[in-house]
């Protein structure tokens, strides 16, 4: 089982990310669960949105506390919410951030690294500094838990072709450091 954490404010679609990964896996032929936390935050506020894909039925239902990977579409929130917690020894961070590699690489000295420059690309794409759909790229080049071209139709039967690309050319422009 792959076990995913995804860390973002309110409005940054983290939710939607970790439901859009969910139904990609799920068409590939996965279990899934996809699901937040959060009480009455509003916008903006630090939200925490959770992606469980496995070949075999999925019984546990509660958060993910020993995640594999940790998608963290607001790199502000380092500083509020310490991201790793529970991150597994050989576990992946991937960071939406402008900082060079060597900053980042110390940042998590400890874990595989993937960054990407999300918001440039959401902004560009989108006229917002929506990332999800930018992430969601940034993941599969780190993690390829499903395919590009299967997370690519569930994007675009949800959203427009702006957020497809925003997904493709995230994918392409990630750096994964080891």
Do not use: C
């Given at each position: 089982?792959?076990?995913?954490?995804?860390?973002?404010?309110?409005?940054?679609?983290?939710?939607?990310?970790?439901?859009?990964?969910?139904?990609?896996?799920?068409?590939?032929?996965?279990?899934?669960?996809?699901?937040?936390?959060?009480?009455?935050?509003?916008?903006?506020?630090?939200?925490?949105?959770?992606?469980?894909?496995?070949?075999?039925?999925?019984?546990?239902?509660?958060?993910?506390?020993?995640?594999?990977?940790?998608?963290?579409?607001?790199?502000?929130?380092?500083?509020?919410?310490?991201?790793?917690?529970?991150?597994?020894?050989?576990?992946?961070?991937?960071?939406?951030?402008?900082?060079?590699?060597?900053?980042?690489?110390?940042?998590?000295?400890?874990?595989r690294v993937a960054k990407a420059d999300a918001t440039?690309?959401?902004?560009?794409?989108?006229?917002?500094?929506?990332?999800?759909?930018?992430?969601?790229?940034?993941?599969?080049?780190?993690?390829?838990?499903?395919?590009?071209?299967?997370?690519?139709?569930?994007v675009g039967e949800r959203f427009d072709q702006r957020?497809?690309?925003?997904?493709?050319?995230?994918?392409?422009?990630?750096?994964?450091?080891?």
């Amino acid at each position: 089982m792959i076990e995913i954490r995804w860390h973002g404010r309110g409005g940054q679609g983290a939710v939607t990310a970790s439901e859009m990964l969910a139904n990609a896996a799920l068409r590939e032929g996965k279990y899934t669960q996809a699901f937040p936390a959060f009480g009455p935050e509003r916008r903006g506020a630090p939200v925490l949105a959770f992606t469980r894909i496995d070949d075999n039925p999925i019984e546990i239902r509660w958060q993910i506390a020993e995640p594999d990977v940790v998608v963290v579409l607001d790199a502000s929130l380092l500083s509020v919410v310490n991201v790793t917690s529970g991150l597994k020894k050989d576990g992946v961070v991937v960071l939406n951030t402008t900082k060079d590699s060597s900053e980042v690489k110390k940042t998590f000295p400890n874990h595989r690294v993937a960054k990407a420059d999300a918001t440039s690309i959401a902004l560009k794409n989108l006229g917002a500094p929506i990332t999800n759909t930018a992430m969601l790229g940034a993941l599969l080049k780190a993690a390829p838990v499903v395919s590009l071209e299967t997370i690519a139709k569930v994007v675009g039967e949800r959203f427009d072709q702006r957020n497809i690309t925003s997904l493709k050319e995230t994918y392409e422009s990630t750096e994964v450091l080891n």
